[in-house]
């Protein structure tokens, strides 16, 4: 029988346990898949925790992978048995040997890219391309703000906004992460636990402000974000890895000048299928062309997940951390 994480209570890392599974038959629209790779994001730490609820009890977190198609459901034409797929965000319940999947998540596996970078770069790194060409579109000469430039996001997003000729504003943990996300796109690196965000961004734009604020990190940075904002400009809040935002005061925006802010998923995009294939080639071709590095920073076996998500949630790691089966 294959092996997969099941959650039957939210709560802390321990929640999660390595059962034996059914081997499952995809239904409709479905296919199963060998998995090679695991991606770990911080979303299922949320869904894992309860911030996020699953549509079901007990539920396997996970989102992304990369494998190879043991059967198919009915209706689906563009995958067949033995093809190597990946994918990314409209996937669910990749913690485990051999899931079932929607094959509209899937996409072919990337040529001349492993399955440990295919997992690690589907869900952060089709963000990334969402954050940068969708949402604001990142032009030569922007100077931007990226919240946690170390992380899995982060240093995907900060290389590929350099390559579009955006100066890239930083922010990370501690001086090791500053030096990973100087060497991944960084112009600059403010050490947002020491230092004050929009006055540090003042002094580098000349006062101006940045006419956009990546922001995963969410309670903890808010305020600063909007102060780094010159006037219109835009808070693209993706994430809360600090905490949710809550009661934003929509007179704020007035009163710091006429302030933009989205809350995004990838979700959105994704779900189109036309943009997901769009978007996965934008990607596959910024790696291939070595635009975008993507930095398998941990590879650790799934029995190993509750300590991959301390890991995670306990700010240890930096890039991306992969599971393997
Ligand atoms: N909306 C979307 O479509 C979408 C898609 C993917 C990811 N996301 C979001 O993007 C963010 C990054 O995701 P990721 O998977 O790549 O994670 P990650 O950036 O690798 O890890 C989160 C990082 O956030 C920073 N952080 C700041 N305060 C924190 C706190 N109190 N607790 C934990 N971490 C804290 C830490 O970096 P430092 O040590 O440098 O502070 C940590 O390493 C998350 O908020 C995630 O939910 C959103």
């Known amino acids: 029988m294959p092996k997969a994480i099941r959650v039957y209570e939210y709560g802390g890392p321990e929640v999660m346990k390595l059962e034996d599974v059914a081997l ?18 911080f ?61 509209s998540a899937a996409v072919p596996m990337p040529e001349g890219i492993d399955a440990q970078t295919a997992a690690a770069m589907m869900l952060k790194g089709l963000t990334a391309e969402y954050l940068l060409h969708r949402t604001y579109k990142v032009k030569p000469g922007d100077t931007i703000l990226w919240h946690a430039a170390a992380g899995g996001v982060g240093l995907i997003a900060c290389q590929w906004a350099k390559h579009l000729g955006a100066t890239v504003i930083g922010t990370a943990g501690s001086e090791e992460k500053a030096e990973l996300a100087r060497q991944n ?36 940075t808010l305020m600063g974000s909007l102060d780094s904002l010159a006037p219109t400009g835009l808070l693209a809040s993706f994430g809360s890895a600090s905490g949710p935002i809550s009661g934003l005061d929509l007179g704020l925006l007035a009163a710091k000048g006429s302030l933009f802010v989205t809350r995004p998923t990838l979700m959105t995009f994704s779900s189109q299928r036309p943009v997901l294939e769009e ?47």
Do not use: W
């Open 185 to 220: 796109g960084c112009d600059h690196v403010i050490l947002y636990r020491t230092e004050d965000v929009a006055k540090r961004v003042r002094e580098l734009t000349n006062g101006k402000g940045v006419p956009v604020v990546y922001d995963g990190v969410g309670q903890a």
């Open 43 to 103: 979303i299922d730490i949320y869904f894992r925790s309860g911030a996020y609820k699953s549509p079901h009890m007990p539920f396997t977190p996970g989102k992304e992978g990369a494998g190879t198609v043991t059967a198919v459901g009915e209706g689906v034409a563009q995958f067949k048995v033995g093809d190597r797929v990946a994918y990314g965000s409209v996937a669910d319940g990749c913690y485990a040997e051999e899931p079932v999947i929607a094959a």
């Open 24 to 41: 499952a038959e995809p239904g409709a629209g479905q296919i199963r898949v060998r998995q090679e790779a695991i991606g770990v994001n």
């Open 279 to 325: 978007a996965a080639a934008s990607l596959f071709n910024a790696v291939r062309s070595g635009a975008v590095k993507i930095a398998v920073n941990a590879v650790r076996p799934l029995s190993e997940a509750v300590e991959v998500h301390r890991d995670l949630a306990g700010r240890e790691t930096t890039g991306s951390t992969v599971m393997v089966p």
